[in-house]
Each structure stands twice: as structure tokens, then as C-alpha cells.
């Protein structure tokens, strides 16, 4: 059979042989929060098991050699993951832009301190020592806590928490690893001076290097948390024991000083958005006692402040939506409105394109109770979007006892949609808010725009849209 003969089938195209992205390429670029998660407690499994195995004198048994290996394979394929992930705003479109990417990721400090933590040196102690696997083979690992502070940026990125619960949490465990290692070096000391009778006076515990390594190990907590804390009165007798007294005093000033300097500024930093709207509502006030303001308006201006404060924390949802890119606009706005302009009759037939025009135009306002938010035969400018809140559609009428409730329109409804477009539409309805309401405004100057860029959907919206006001004005004739 010849080459030619034995082509492709002609059912069969080139394109349908070209390898797509695996399942693998996608985890590699980008892995899920379990696994960042369990990167994360691999790294503190190994800043805890080697110091205690080494200070406390405690060899690995075959279990924990079965798991060190089976976690160092899960780290070596973490690095590997790392150094081929693309920068981002990157591909790699052929091997030479894949080890080009590979050589930038490498040089950098943690993929440098990562590959010097993965490298096995356990097994050259193997190796040298006859068949010893020691502790002290595996003392690379350690370099990671120089990784520390990455580590606790990642976590919080995962589980979403704020900027000052994640201090808190960062700086919590950093005292907890410190009295860690610090309790594992106690028995380290105590092994170097040997079981003298210093050593005795010292730890008050005679015969102690025959307890259990569990004890010594909490045995060493103790003692750390008392100096630290300066509850210890129990005077060190070698220059070993000294240079760990001192090395404790120091790491305890240092932790105390951290802790009431991180308290204060954490307590600073969360009274200071209340700071600020306490000094806003300060110079509101003056305002409204320069400009004599009546006491009946000055309480529904403090209540709508108030409603502010306490369902946004005083944030300008319009102004902080306008300071982001337009692309962020639109898929911030999408986000919040999409389902809102759904509902909408009139855009029911329109693409996906004229929807997010739409939406990236809604201006979000605040209301406060008996509020009105259009008036029967005023001319209509704006469409409104109920986002949270309550509205009723009630009859002219000055008290509100008098009013007479025709409808109640609630959380995702709207109204005014005439007023987009008919030139001059006087408003058929008087619509009074009965709750705060959130809603979104769609003003008909920026609908008219919106209509010049999607002229086929325009005539396609309007003729729906006259359909509705003609059946609207034969609903009012019948009543009238």
C-alpha cells in the first residue's frame, strides 16, 4: 500500500488530529482552591514534622517515610505547574516560548527557594548513612518559611476574607509557629548540655530525655509561653541555656510589641469609615443649621444618611461603579442588573449586546418612605428598576390615608417604560415608594443613544412598546 493510499480517510480532517488542551494543561493552568489548599498545609505539614523529628531525636517510621515521599511529589508537580504556567497576558504558542516562560519563572526567588527545598537530600542521607533515613536530611524543607507570607496572601485569596481578619489571622499564626519551634529548640538545648545536673535545675524534671517525645515536646511549650511571656523564673546555668533565654525574651518582647501595635491599628482602621461618616454628618448638620433648614427635612435628610450608612456603609455605588474600567462596567453591571432588564417585556426579543448597553447605563439612586417617585401627568424622562424595596401605585391624593392603592410592585419589578419612547409621554400613574427602595434609573437621553446604535431592535421595541400603551389607554377609558 502507498503513502498516498494510505491517507487520511475523507471523513477525517487535519484539524481533527490537533491535540486539545487536556485536562491536565487546564489544571496546570489553572488549579482549583482545594489544590492551592492543600499545597498550603503540605508546606505547614513539613515546617512541623521536620524540627520535631529533629530536636526531639524521634527517626521517621516507615508510615511517615511512605507520606514525606508522597507529599514531596505533590510539591515537585506544584513547582513543576508553577514554572510552566504562562505569565498573564502571555501564550505559549511553541516550545521556545515554553522554555522561554520557563527560564522567567525560574529566576525568581520563590521558584529558586522552592527548588532548593525540593531537592532530596533525605535520600543522599540514605545513601551515605546506610540505609539512616535522619531527620536532619530533610532540614531543607524548612527553607518554605521564607515563603510564609505568600502562603497566607494565597489562603486569604481562596477564602475571601478582609484585609484586616486576614492580619489578624497572618499574625496569630506566626506567634503559634514561633512557640512551635521555639519548643522543639528547648529539647534541642537540653540534648546538647546532656543530663547534667544543670540541665536538672533548668527544667526542674530529672531523667527527662527517657519521657515520651510527646511530653518533652508540650514539656517545651511550657517553658517558652512562661518566658515569653515573663512568667519564667527558672535561671538558664550553660551558655546554651542562656543564649535560648535570651533568644525566647526577645522573640517574646518582639510578639507583645506586634500584638498591641497590630490591635491598635486594626481597631483604628475598623472605626474608620464610622469616622469618616460621623465627620460627614457633622458638616451636614452645620449646613442644614446655616441654611435653616426645617426640622421635619432635616430628619428625613439624617434618616436617608443614616439608611446609607447602615446598608452600604456609606459607599457611592454609582461613583464606584464609574471609577472602573468600561469593561468592568459592563461585567459589574451585568452582573447586578442582568436579570432586572430580563423581565423587561420590551427587551425580551433584543441580543445580548443591546441588553448590556442597557444595563451599563442604569443609575442606582437610594428613596426614602412616602417618597414620590413620579406624579400622574407630569412628563416622564426615566424608567425605573426596582432593586430592593417596596412602591405603590396610588391615587392623587394629598394625605396619605386618602390614597387609594391600585398596585404594589416589589423587589425586580419596573415601571415608566413609556417615558423611553414617546417624546413629551405624560405619566399615567402616581408612584410613591412605601419602604427604602434601591432602584436603577434609565434616563431616556441615554436610551435615545442606545436606539441610534441598534436601529433594527428600536423599531422592533417600539412597535411592542405601542402595542402596550394602546392597550394601557383602552384599560383607562374602560374605567373612566
Known amino acids: 500500500m502507498s503513502l498516498r493510499a494510505a491517507s487520511l480517510p475523507t471523513n477525517v480532517s487535519t484539524e481533527d488530529l490537533v491535540l486539545k488542551p487536556s485536562r491536565l494543561v487546564q489544571f496546570i493552568k489553572s488549579r482549583p482552591s482545594w489544590w492551592k489548599k492543600l499545597v498550603f498545609c503540605i508546606a505547614l505539614y513539613n515546617l512541623a514534622s521536620v524540627p520535631f523529628r529533629i530536636c526531639l531525636n524521634t527517626p521517621a517510621t516507615l508510615p511517615e517515610v511512605l507520606i514525606d515521599l508522597l507529599l514531596d511529589f505533590v510539591m515537585i508537580f506544584e513547582f513543576c505547574c508553577d514554572i510552566t504556567k504562562p505569565p498573564k497576558g502571555t501564550e505559549q504558542k511553541d516550545s521556545e516560548h515554553r522554555l522561554r516562560n520557563i527560564l522567567i519563572n525560574i529566576r525568581n526567588r520563590q521558584a529558586v527557594v522552592e527548588l532548593c527545598a525540593l531537592l532530596p537530600l533525605d535520600f543522599v542521607g540514605f545513601a551515605v548513612s546506610k540505609g539512616l533515613l535522619h531527620p536532619a536530611f530533610r532540614l531543607n524543607k524548612m527553607l518554605r518559611v521564607v515563603k510564609l507570607s505568600w502562603y ?265 417604560e413609556v417615558a423611553l419612547l414617546f417624546n413629551d409621554s405624560r405619566r399615567t400613574a402616581t408612584v410613591v415608594t412605601s419602604s427604602f427602595c434601591d432602584l436603577f434609573v434609565l434616563r431616556k437621553e441615554d436610551f435615545d443613544l442606545i436606539q441610534e446604535s441598534f436601529p433594527d431592535q428600536s423599531k422592533a421595541i417600539h412597535k411592542a412598546a405601542q402595542k402596550r400603551y394602546n392597550l394601557q389607554l383602552q384599560n383607562e377609558n374602560a374605567e373612566e
Open 152 to 416: 497566607f496572601d494565597e489562603l486569604g485569596k481562596i477564602l475571601q476574607i478582609g484585609h484586616n481578619a486576614q492580619r489578624i489571622f497572618r499574625f496569630t499564626i506566626l506567634i503559634m509557629w514561633a512557640v512551635y519551634w521555639l519548643g522543639c529548640v528547648w529539647n534541642l538545648v537540653i540534648w546538647g548540655d546532656g543530663e547534667t545536673s544543670s540541665t536538672w535545675y533548668w527544667t526542674q524534671h530529672p531523667g527527662l530525655s527517657d519521657e515520651p517525645a510527646g511530653y518533652r515536646f508540650l514539656l517545651g511549650v511550657y517553658w517558652t509561653l512562661t518566658m515569653m511571656t515573663g512568667y519564667g523564673s527558672v535561671l538558664p546555668q550553660s551558655d546554651l541555656q542562656i543564649l535560648f533565654s535570651l533568644m525566647t525574651v526577645v522573640v517574646g518582647v518582639a510578639g507583645n510589641v506586634g500584638v498591641i501595635g497590630t490591635l491598635g491599628s486594626l481597631i483604628q482602621n475598623l472605626d474608620s469609615s464610622g469616622a469618616a461618616f460621623r465627620q460627614k454628618m457633622d458638616a451636614v448638620n452645620d449646613y442644614m443649621r446655616y441654611r435653616k433648614i426645617s426640622a421635619e427635612m432635616q430628619a428625613r435628610i439624617k434618616e436617608y444618611y443614616t439608611y446609607l450608612w447602615q446598608s452600604r456603609r456609606g459607599l457611592d455605588e454609582a461613583r464606584l461603579i464609574q471609577e472602573l474600567p468600561v469593561y468592568l462596567q459592563e461585567e459589574v453591571s451585568l452582573f447586578l442588573n442582568k436579570e432586572i432588564i430580563s423581565k423587561v417585556p420590551l427587551f425580551h426579543e433584543c441580543d445580548e449586546q443591546f441588553k448590556s448597553a442597557v444595563v451599563v447605563k442604569l443609575i442606582p439612586t437610594v428613596l426614602l418612605p412616602d417618597s414620590f417617585i413620579v406624579r400622574k401627568g407630569e412628563v416622564g424622562r426615566e424608567m425605573y428598576f426596582i432593586s430592593r424595596g417596596e412602591v405603590q401605585v396610588v391615587s392623587e391624593a394629598k394625605e396619605a390615608s386618602e390614597r387609594v392603592v391600585y398596585a404594589t410592585l416589589r423587589d425586580g419589578s419596573f415601571f415608566g
